[in-house]
Nanobody, 120 residues
Framework: QVQLVESGGGLVQAGGSLRLSCAASGRIFSINAMGWYRRAPGKQRELVAT???????NYADSVKGRFTLSRDNAKNTVYLQMNSLKPEDTAVYYC??????????????WGKGTLVTVSS
């Protein structure tokens, strides 16, 4: 019905940059918000950044000034530009979408995750 396709993860050195993408597809009526969460080894999942269709953003304190979340509403896609990466940013990053399906259900979807590894 609805799929979230993530891309852009990989291995980078500390101080480097990476760009993640997430595209939502399927029988979507409307999207309320999209964003990224991450789960580091041995830690719980945490919010990274979210954005609404109107452009309102929310960032974790740990990434403010380094990460930028943007969106293309026409493509139901969000992009996470990650700069000045640190080893502590190493995690599996999961795309999230809060939406309404065409059958009238309010739903929250998760991508399968993309691994970001930052070496020192």
């Amino acid at each position: 019905q609805v799929q979230l396709v993530e891309s852009g993860g990989g291995l980078v050195q500390a101080g480097g940059s990476l760009r993640l993408s997430c595209a939502a597809s399927g029988r979507i009526f409307s999207i309320n918000a999209m964003g990224w969460y991450r789960r580091a080894p041995g830690k719980q999942r945490e919010l990274v950044a979210t954005i609404t269709t109107s452009g309102s953003t929310n960032y974790a304190d740990s990434v403010k000034g380094r990460f930028t979340l943007s969106r293309d509403n026409a493509k139901n896609t969000v992009y996470l530009q990650m700069n000045s990466l640190k080893p502590e940013d190493t995690a599996v990053y999961y795309c999230n979408a809060d939406l309404w399906s065409v059958v009238g259900q309010g739903m929250n979807y998760w991508g399968k995750g993309t691994l970001v590894t930052v070496s020192s």
